[in-house]
């Protein structure tokens, strides 16, 4: 082992079995600050992991007796918020892709330029900075819903993350939007406990919840007898929330009459209690989320437009899980965790379980995973969860006909699943043939992730070879 030397920027331990390569990197990294340390394999890697704290990993592949993967996947049991970047030979691209689907946040092809190392490095440690950060989250919401539920090595909820980072400690207000069950509450509750009011309340509403006719008085208040029942006064959730955050949920399911009364508490800093005529000042941060295409909802006239602009100062969008499958393993494990504390038993998955749930689209996002983790978990029989313990609802997809070229006539039957497939082979192969040798780049142009890219064209027989890309 080398000892560290330099400014510390970073602690960064590189591994690879050649010296020259191994120092030659280490220089490299040392000139930009950052604290280097070296090992010469896998094993020594592992002790130094076991001894140090290391902020992020630098490994090559290719070594004996220890492999790259082999190093990823123990490394990440010794410390899973380490941050990994494999080294790679451009040949060797799959099993780096391979690498990073097992938890590894990037890769980068040897021989490589210095400012793409320093480039790659950088991002790294600012993910795993963001990762420490997360950890630091108040006790409850580290408790009730853990680490995993919220970070994913995928590249859309590293995005997410950075994204909740910058916005947490500013005051504005913020707009979560997505699917059910992809855990907006779960953003809010990250954006506030990294927020400078994280010791004060975390008030959540959820609107579909409460009729309309007790969403107004839940949320300002009311006075002795302004209703039926009103039988003492009440303080409502921002006055609860005040100095801390109210989260707002579902909000495009309020009526006109109520979005009205919200706007002007967001933009008065104050409430009025439901059958009083003063106002009571209030300190509260917004967030608020919606599972509809709100600007659709504003353009047919259901919700206020200088409401939505009011709200959505900064509009964050949490991935479906089907967008980012590589999670899954992660997310799984955290969920099989929390069960086996609580039945008291080993559970543990197989690889092809892993696999098999990998390859569904979830429709209803990471809660739906949780629930099928739980369900696997009280009901199998043996502690080893296998595919048959997780019965995912494929549906038959719905038949649509096709109008054939020229007329309105209908053309061949085809599924949609079907269809779906054809579109995604299409573009890939069509991104493929502009950029045959950077999946990367093709992964860029799709909008999608290099894991999720490789996974789809492993499901649709798609390969890299020569020039172009073969269907086998």
């Not at 010794?78 to 990073?100: D, F, K, N, Q």
Request: hydrophobic content about 40%; glycine content about 8%.
């Amino acid at each position: 082992m080398t000892p560290p030397t330099g400014q510390r920027k970073g602690r960064i331990l590189v591994v690879d079995d050649q010296r020259n390569m191994r120092t030659t990197t280490a220089l490299l990294l040392r000139s930009e600050g950052y604290t280097v340390d070296e090992a010469g394999s896998g094993e020594e890697a592992l002790a130094w992991l076991a001894d140090h704290q290391i902020d992020l990993l630098l490994t090559d592949l290719k070594m004996e007796p220890m492999d790259g993967i082999a190093l990823l996947k123990r490394a990440m049991e010794i410390a899973p918020r380490l941050a990994v970047i494999v080294m790679t030979a451009y040949g060797s691209i799959e099993t780096a892709v391979e690498a990073m689907r097992r938890g590894a946040y990037d890769y980068v092809t040897k021989p490589f330029k210095d400012g793409e190392l320093i480039h790659r490095v950088d991002k790294g440690l600012e993910h795993a900075g963001l990762i420490s950060a997360v950890d630091l989250f108040a006790g409850e919401f580290k408790e009730r819903h853990g680490l995993s539920s919220l970070v994913g090595r995928s590249q859309a909820m590293r995005d997410l993350t950075t994204r909740i980072s910058r916005v947490a400690a500013s005051e504005a207000t913020v707009l979560v939007q997505g699917e059910s069950g992809t855990g907006k509450e779960l953003v809010a509750r990250a954006i506030h406990a990294l927020s400078g009011r994280s010791r004060s309340p975390f008030v959540p509403v959820n609107c579909a919840a409460i009729t309309e006719s007790l969403l107004e008085s839940e949320l300002f208040g009311h006075a002795r007898g302004a209703f039926t029942g009103a039988v003492k006064a009440r303080r409502g959730l921002f006055e609860e929330a005040h100095g801390g955050t109210i989260f707002i949920d579902e909000v495009t399911e309020t009526a006109p009459a109520f979005q009205s009364k919200l706007l002007r508490v967001l933009q008065e800093g104050e409430v009025r209690r439901v059958g009083e005529s003063t106002s009571i000042k209030v300190d509260v941060r917004t967030v608020a989320a919606t599972n509809r295409d709100i600007e659709l909802e504003v353009a047919d006239k259901r919700f206020r437009q200088d409401l939505y602009y009011r709200l959505a100062v900064v509009t964050l969008v949490v991935p479906p899980l089907r967008e980012r499958l590589e999670d899954v393993p992660t997310l799984a494990q955290h969920f099989l965790d929390r069960a086996n504390v609580r039945s008291r038993r080993p559970r543990r998955f197989t690889d092809s379980a892993l696999d098999h749930l990998s390859t569904y689209a979830f429709p209803g996002n990471v809660r739906e995973l949780e629930n099928l983790v739980e369900q696997a978990a009280a009901l199998a029989e043996g502690d080893d969860l296998g595919p048959d313990d997780f019965p995912l609802r494929r549906k038959t997809a719905e038949q649509v006909f096709v109008p054939a070229p020229g007329n309105l006539a209908p053309g061949p039957v085809q599924s949609l699943a079907d269809a779906v497939t054809d579109a995604e082979r299409r573009a890939i192969t069509s991104a493929l043939e502009q950029s045959p040798h950077d999946l990367s780049r093709v992964a860029e142009v799709l909008g999608i992730s290099a894991t999720t890219l490789w996974r789809k064209m492993k499901r649709l027989g798609l390969k890299t070879s020569g020039e172009e890309p073969q269907a086998s």
